[in-house]
């Protein structure tokens, strides 16, 4: 497909496990993001990548969350021993370039329920 | 960080009704972004501007830089616009290459 894609579309996990979300942006595309959106919020920025560099990671929002894109294209967003307040849609979009001013394409996201 | 506020949080309109949702934000941008999600998350960007007015189809999106506030109209509004809209802005100002600043968005229902 053309888009981004976003897997898995929907994770239950027990309170403590780990889980991991994956993100295949669109091909080429220079920058990743990743955003949390909580039950009828908007999204929160969580960190973002341009090729393999991690160049802010200032949302995450605590040291269970880790973010990485060790070739430059494929992310993956692991959340260790999760939480409760973990429960939400994580959204994965991709731009172009690094430039400014470009649109970001956004996946479908994946909807975490934490038990 | 650049904050950004919409209104109205949620409305609802019978079809045909002119609607406007509008924006504003706290630091200064050379570009606004207009989503459109659908319920399931799919997230649509809809316009990118950075001046003046943009048009696709029924909708329509204007920005004032300097007042920063932006609006989103749709014309002649029909039930499959039932959407949330969402603005965001680029979160530290200008260009927006690291990362979006996004409002709580606008639950838009539009009944036959």
């Known amino acids: 497909g053309a888009g981004v894609s976003q897997s898995p579309r929907y994770k239950v996990a027990k309170r403590g496990q780990d889980v991991a979300l994956r993100c295949d942006p669109i091909?080429?595309?220079?920058?990743l993001f990743w955003y949390q959106q909580a039950l009828g919020q908007g999204p929160e920025f969580l960190t973002y990548?341009?090729?393999?560099?991690?160049?802010?990671k200032s949302g995450l929002p605590s040291d269970r969350f880790f973010a990485e894109r060790p070739e430059g294209s494929v992310s993956t967003l692991k959340i260790q021993r999760t939480q409760q307040e973990d429960s939400a849609v994580y959204l994965c979009?991709?731009?172009?370039?690094?430039?400014?001013?470009?649109?970001?394409?956004f996946g479908d996201g994946t909807r975490l329920s934490i038990l | 960080k650049n904050e950004v506020e919409q209104s109205p949080q949620n409305l609802t309109a019978q079809e045909g009704e002119f609607i406007t949702i509008n924006c504003s934000y706290s630091?200064?941008?050379?570009?606004l972004h207009w989503l459109q999600q659908h319920p399931g998350g799919g997230i649509v960007s809809l316009f990118m501007?950075?001046?003046g007015k943009k048009k696709h189809g029924r909708l329509i999106a204007t920005i004032n830089i300097q007042e920063k506030h932006s609006s989103l109209h749709i014309t002649a509004s029909h039930p499959r616009d039932s959407a949330v809209y969402i603005c965001a802005a680029p979160s530290r100002g200008g260009g927006g290459a690291d990362g979006l600043t996004f409002g709580k968005g606008t639950h838009l229902i539009i009944q036959p």
């Open positions: 091909s080429g595309h220079v920058s």
């Open positions: 630091v200064g941008i050379s570009a």
């Open positions: 990548f341009q090729n393999e560099a991690q160049l802010d």
């Open positions: 501007l950075s001046s």
């Open positions: 979009a991709s731009s172009r370039s690094g430039l400014p001013n470009q649109p970001q394409h």
